[in-house]
């Protein structure tokens, strides 16, 4: 599964700060913001009431119970102080309209006075049931404070009477909604301030703690890739510090797990090849000692002559476990060089076949002329394996096919047998590995084809293994058609 994309560290702590910022700002300005705005309006509103109060104790007592439009008018003028528009309401009746009377010239609408469909029905309904209301309304866009206030008619002991008179003011909010608008542009300037701020000290927070992070980074990449002395400075005695101790004592532990293994393994090379090339002056006479046993076999009684073609066997076998054991340890200490040659590759297929006498066991696709620059005795040890393994442990038919491009070639040798287990698969170019669930358990050394895989490296080539869709292995060897030597020289 496709890992998802996720942003780096430093954007994460960039956008964690910014947000934390503005959230922040946001709450703090916000809050601001809605009391400032209540406490500007309900002083407004406030103010507003206690003028009309005042203004209203001067209408009494009232010069005519049922005024007209004329005396209504007189009664919304009193109310107002050039800054605001009135109408006062009689059952049905109005003052006069905005029209016919001068304009206020600081409320807006005043061109058209204060009409009584500019009144919510909720507040007529309210002044109507006696109480003084006030509401606040957007007409044609500009915010208004509408207050509302019946006429009561107080006679002696009689109890107080509604006159049902009512009267209205229009009180512009403009300086209010310009102070609100001014305070909202300043918490705007403030919270962008706050923004930028949070985003510095998020880049000096990320530089502090992305620049040790970025150090252990690279310091883990050059460990990874063999650099053992690697270390970091410390700096400080914060967690950052603490990391890198640990780092540090980590690898100083991890070098010299390292130096003993390494150690380790060259005394195992060294004993290999010391026991290898020691082993082959007994060897030596021990195989002279057979082949006089090989050939008197046939003349000595049975269980002699079994008990001599089992000794010279065993010591067949002990010769090649040397030699594989000699070669595998010239790879191992970088001595295997190669001798290179022009060659004719089909013909060296051939001779490979020929000489191990499975010319008539094996068939062959060769096309002609295909040549090449290899080291011919290295070729053969590969395709020798190659084929071998597959007439011990495959089934026929066994083929041998040669593909060539102008860079490359390919040896593709193949049986018909079950095919290897895909367990087995990945461990078939292991060293001494011989267990196989689909093929007999194998009498030789278990480093053929661990010495077939290094003579293909060796090449700048490789050999790899597959099971083929229809059955059987499939071993291919994919050669450069112009070898170089390992250190890259002259050919």
């Not at 998802?4 to 934390?20: D, E, Q, T, V």
């Not at 209010?176 to 949070?198: H, K, M, Y």
């Not at 050059?222 to 970091?232: A, H, K, W, Y």
């Not at 990945?426 to 093929?439: E, G, N």
Request: aromatic share 4%; net charge negative; hydrophobic share 45%.
């Amino acid at each position: 599964m496709t890992p998802r994309p996720s942003l780096g560290l430093r954007a994460r702590l960039l956008f964690a700060f910014a947000l934390l910022c503005v959230v922040t700002a946001a709450a703090v300005t916000g809050g601001i913001y809605v009391e400032a705005r209540n406490a500007i309006l309900q002083r407004t509103q406030d103010a507003a009431v206690q003028t009309m109060r005042s203004r209203l104790q001067a209408l009494y007592p009232l010069g005519n119970p049922a005024p007209g439009p004329r005396e209504l008018g007189m009664i919304a003028g009193a109310v107002t102080d050039g800054n605001d528009d009135a109408v006062a309401i009689y059952h049905g009746t109005r003052s006069l309209a905005g029209r016919d009377r001068p304009c206020l010239p600081l409320l807006r609408q005043c061109r058209h006075g204060l009409e009584p469909e500019m009144i919510p029905q909720g507040l007529r309904r309210m002044v109507a049931d006696g109480d003084i209301a006030w509401q606040r309304v957007v007409w044609q866009d500009e915010p208004l404070l509408i207050i509302g206030t019946p006429l009561m008619i107080t006679e002696g002991d009689r109890p107080t009477r509604a006159s049902g008179i009512e009267v209205y003011i229009a009180h512009s909010l403009d300086s209010e909604q310009r102070s609100i608008d001014d305070l909202t542009a300043v918490a705007w300037r403030n919270g962008g301030a706050a923004l930028a701020f949070a985003v510095v000290l998020a880049l000096l927070a990320t530089r502090g703690v992305l620049g040790p992070v970025r150090e252990l980074g690279r310091a883990a990449r050059l460990l990874g890739q063999g650099e053992m002395r690697t270390r970091i400075a410390v700096r400080g005695s914060d967690e950052l510090a603490d990391v890198a101790r640990t780092f540090n004592d980590t690898a100083a532990e991890l070098e010299r797990h390292v130096e003993q293994l390494r150690a380790m393994e060259a005394d195992a090379r060294r004993f290999v090849a010391d026991v290898s090339h020691e082993l082959r002056t007994p060897l030596a006479a021990l195989t002279a000692v057979a082949d006089v046993l090989d050939e008197e076999a046939a003349g000595l009684p049975e269980p002699a002559g079994r008990a001599a073609r089992l000794v010279s066997q065993e010591t067949l076998n002990l010769t090649g476990l040397v030699n594989d054991l000699i070669e595998i340890s010239r790879f191992d200490s970088g001595v295997a060089a190669l001798a290179l040659n022009d060659i004719d590759v089909a013909e060296l297929v051939r001779a490979t076949l020929r000489t191990r006498g499975w010319s008539e066991e094996v068939r062959t696709e060769l096309p002609p002329g295909v040549t090449a620059r290899l080291d011919p005795r290295r070729v053969d040890v590969v395709l020798a394996n190659m084929v071998g393994n597959a007439l011990r442990h495959g089934e026929p038919p066994v083929s041998v096919r040669l593909s060539a491009d102008p860079h490359w070639i390919a040896f593709e040798v193949r049986d018909h047998g079950p095919g290897l287990d895909e367990a087995v698969l990945p461990h078939v170019f292991d060293r001494f590995y011989k267990a196989s669930a689909a093929r007999a358990r194998s009498e030789g050394s278990g480093l053929g084809l661990a010495i077939a895989r290094e003579n293909a490296r060796l090449h700048r080539g490789d050999l790899t293994v597959a099971n083929a869709p229809d059955g059987g292995a499939v071993f291919t060897l994919r050669l450069p058609r112009r070898a170089h030597e390992p250190d890259g020289g002259p050919e």
